[in-house]
């Protein structure tokens, strides 16, 4: 099943990657959203859990290894050509994702991976809800530290 023009949804996965006050963000290298940046993610293959994928991913885009913690949020989106056909149509599921904090090396599709600050992601041209998720993330992350939940350090 292809992801342009497809039969169904495609499901994907997304990593939001906090150190500090830094999020990770990739520029997308391909259609849908190509020069876009977002977090790391993408399509979940067959047989591998939504944690596998979102690890799997993050770390093909951005060489980086990350536990994956909680859920963050479901998005769907459905993007249409001008005739008002689906060209593209995903449910992400995004997590809050835990790491070592080290440099990203753009892999894969991504075209750059950075560490951007939660208060300068308006100087990104960022895809649909992206920020509104990172933000909903860092609180996560906070109640998260304080409550020690997950046994692990938000790199």
Same mark, same amino acid.
């Given at each position: 099943?292809?992801?342009?023009? +497809?039969?169904? =949804?495609?499901? #994907?996965?997304?990593?939001?990657?906090? /150190?500090?006050?830094?999020?990770? %963000?990739?520029?997308?290298?391909?259609? =849908?959203?190509? #020069?876009?940046?977002?977090?790391?993610?993408?399509?979940? !293959?067959?047989?591998?859990?939504?944690?596998? /994928?979102?690890?799997?991913?993050?770390? !093909?885009?951005?060489?980086?290894?990350?536990?994956?913690? +909680?859920?963050?949020?479901?998005?769907?989106?459905? %993007?249409?050509? =001008?005739?008002?056909?689906?060209?593209?149509?995903?449910?992400?599921?995004? *997590?809050?994702? *835990?790491?070592? +904090? %080290?440099?990203?090396?753009?892999?894969?599709?991504? /075209?750059?991976?950075?560490?951007?600050?939660?208060?300068? %992601?308006?100087?990104?041209?960022?895809?649909?809800?992206?920020?509104?998720?990172?933000?909903?993330?860092?609180?996560?992350?906070? /109640?998260? !530290?304080?409550?020690?939940? *997950?046994?692990?350090?938000?790199?």
């Amino acid at each position: 099943m292809g992801r342009h023009y +497809p039969e169904l =949804p495609v499901v #994907g996965v997304g990593g939001i990657v906090l /150190a500090g006050d830094q999020v990770l %963000l990739v520029k997308r290298g391909a259609e =849908p959203s190509k #020069g876009i940046w977002s977090i790391p993610g993408g399509a979940v !293959e067959v047989g591998e859990s939504l944690a596998q /994928a979102c690890a799997r991913e993050v770390l !093909e885009e951005t060489a980086l290894q990350v536990s994956v913690g +909680p859920m963050v949020e479901v998005i769907e989106r459905i %993007l249409r050509d =001008p005739t008002g056909r689906v060209e593209y149509h995903y449910v992400l599921i995004d *997590f809050l994702c *835990f790491c070592q +904090p %080290l440099e990203p090396r753009a892999g894969d599709d991504a /075209a750059a991976a950075v560490w951007a600050g939660l208060d300068t %992601l308006d100087g990104y041209t960022l895809t649909h809800d992206t920020k509104r998720v990172i933000l909903k993330a860092a609180r996560l992350a906070q /109640a998260t !530290e304080s409550s020690s939940d *997950f046994g692990g350090d938000v790199c």
